[in-house]
């Protein structure tokens, strides 16, 4: 196990070496869609990528996730099998809709996997972003 402060000095790693690997600007946060975000997320048992819609009001956050499920099977042509939940609780107790692909068996704190993860994460996250390109329109029209 890692102390606290060095789990975080491997985060910090790990995201540093990302970013380097593949120096590239990803939408993420810039869909201009408010509360509308990709995000990436790895931990010590997967990696993850999703689309987390996070409006509080309920009625638009499904609103959005109505429209990317009504485009379901083409999304699982962009980034393969992915899970989706309408009401997904985070830690903090806030309910979002969310979907997301995800990798087993791959740590953040395991450098053997960081190039597995890093391969993941762009497979998917471009998979989701010329999807999101293509269909942004569609989407946005709420």
């Known amino acids: ?4 402060q060095e789990a975080q000095q491997l985060k910090k790693e790990f995201w540093t070496a990302f970013g380097k ?3 590239r600007k990803w939408i993420l946060y810039d869909t201009k ?16 990528v999703s689309l987390d819609i ?3 009001d309920e009625i638009f956050r499904n609103a959005y996730y109505d429209k990317i499920w ?9 980034i393969g099998d992915f899970q989706k939940e309408e009401y997904f609780t ?14 087993h068996g ?10 597995e993860i890093f391969e993941f994460f762009v497979e998917k ?6 999807f999101y390109y293509e269909y942004e329109d569609f989407i946005k029209d709420v």
């Open 90 to 103: 985070l830690e903090n107790g806030k309910v979002i809709a969310k979907i997301w692909t995800e990798k």
């Open 21 to 23: 690997s593949f120096p």
């Open 106 to 115: 791959v740590s953040i704190f395991n450098k053997n996997t960081w190039q």
């Open 70 to 78: 009504s485009l379901e099977d083409i999304l699982k042509d962009f």
């Open 54 to 56: 996070e409006m509080k």
């Open 125 to 130: 996250m471009d998979g989701f972003e010329r």
């Open 1 to 4: 196990m890692f102390s606290k």
């Open 33 to 48: 869609v408010k509360d509308f975000s990709f995000k990436f997320n790895a931990d010590n048992k997967k990696a993850e």
